[in-house]
């Protein structure tokens, strides 16, 4: 490989990196890495105490070790440091499981894109919301972080207050919120007849109500309101932020989680995952959003203090008052 030119190399690290991102979903979804968490064992009993197919489980194995995930002495799989923190464990703030997950899984279909080039044709995501709920938890951990850091927030919510979650999917913020601040009494809408199913069968009906962020008619209701990816994907996004205004008591607090699209330094390893996901969001009909666009939006909305806080990987909270 040394005899290669550096442009050569760099390529050859993106098909290896496909591969990379495969070997690692394949081991988190069947559970190969649960297992090495607990302990060492050969590829042969790897697969016999999973329950999987056996020459699959030795391709994957070997594979793993070529790639670092596991290492292998005396004929027993270990897995390598760091891997059960940034793999399995989802409220570690370098956990990239679920992005890994989001994107094999995302990748399934990739095979539209060719209709999205030639046609236009956008197409929304099929898939149940898998994807989705993996890729979002680790927003969810941070955006727990970052109000447990917020005194006054976290006060606000422990006493109790009013929370509505705007796009809240299968509810998986609201179980977690819920879990630490039993208190406040959540609101989640969600546009999707799918989403509000599932988030009922996880958290009961009363939480949840199908409506679109545009159709919103609450009014003076809420502490505070969280929009969680979901401003991206909606159709009006100023009408969404507006109804976030009129739905918040005076001094509630707007909170949004969204990759924002870079304007500069787009060649920076940091800015590389959102400005390769910009096909995936295209073949879904949607575009990041950049920062002045959502701070021009809120502040159209009436909201002040608009704040940015980058929280890696070019996702951003963003959060605004109702004065
Ligand atoms: C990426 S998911 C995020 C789900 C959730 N907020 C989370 O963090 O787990 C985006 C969600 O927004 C919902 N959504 C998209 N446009 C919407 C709109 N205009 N009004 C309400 N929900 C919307 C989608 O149905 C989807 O469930």
Same mark, same amino acid.
């Not at 030795?58 to 270990?78: C, H, I, P, R």
């Not at 977690?176 to 009494?185: F, M």
């Not at 096909?279 to 950049?290: N, S």
């Not at 002045?292 to 502040?299: A, G, H, R």
């Given at each position: 490989?040394? +005899?290669? +030119? ?42 016999? +105490? ?15 070790? +070529? ?42 279909? #990739? ?29 969810? #951990? ?65 939480? #949840? ?35 976030? #205004? ?78």
């Amino acid at each position: 490989m040394k +005899s290669r +030119s550096a442009e050569f190399r760099r390529l050859w690290g993106y098909s290896v990196g496909f591969y990379g991102v495969w070997i690692a979903h394949i081991g988190r979804q069947t559970g190969l890495f649960d297992r090495l968490s607990k302990g060492t064992l050969s590829a042969k009993d790897l697969a016999s +105490s999973t329950g999987l197919y056996g020459p699959a489980v030795q391709a994957w194995a070997s594979a793993a070790e +070529s790639y670092g995930f596991v290492t292998k002495s005396d004929g027993k799989l270990e897995l390598a440091p760091q891997v059960a923190e940034l793999l399995l464990d989802r409220s570690h703030p370098e956990y990239l499981g679920g992005q890994i997950a989001y994107l094999a899984l995302r990748s399934l279909e #990739f095979g539209k894109l060719a209709g999205l080039f030639k046609q236009g044709a956008t197409h929304p995501v099929v898939s149940n919301f898998e994807a989705i709920e993996e890729a979002t938890h680790w927003d969810h #951990f941070a955006f727990l972080n970052a109000i447990r850091r917020n005194k006054s927030l976290d006060l606000l919510l422990r006493k109790g207050c009013r929370f509505l979650d705007v796009g809240c999917g299968t509810g998986t913020l609201i179980a977690k919120l819920l879990n630490e601040y039993p208190r406040t009494n959540f609101v989640g809408i969600d546009a999707s007849r799918k989403a509000i199913g599932q988030a009922r069968k996880l958290l009961g009906a009363k939480t #949840f109500r199908l409506m679109k962020a545009e159709a919103m008619a609450f009014s003076n209701e809420f502490d505070i309101a969280y929009l969680g990816e979901s401003l991206y994907s909606a159709q009006n996004k100023q009408k969404a932020t507006d109804n976030c #205004f009129r739905a918040l008591k005076k001094n509630g607090i707007i909170a949004v989680i969204e990759g924002l699209l870079p304007t500069s330094e787009i060649r920076a390893d940091e800015n590389k995952l959102i400005m390769g996901m910009q096909l995936d969001f295209a073949l879904q009909g949607h575009r990041f959003l950049t920062s002045k666009e959502i701070q021009s939006i809120l502040k159209k909305s009436g909201f002040r203090s608009v704040r940015l806080k980058a929280l890696g990987g070019a996702v951003y909270l963003i959060t605004a008052r109702k004065q």
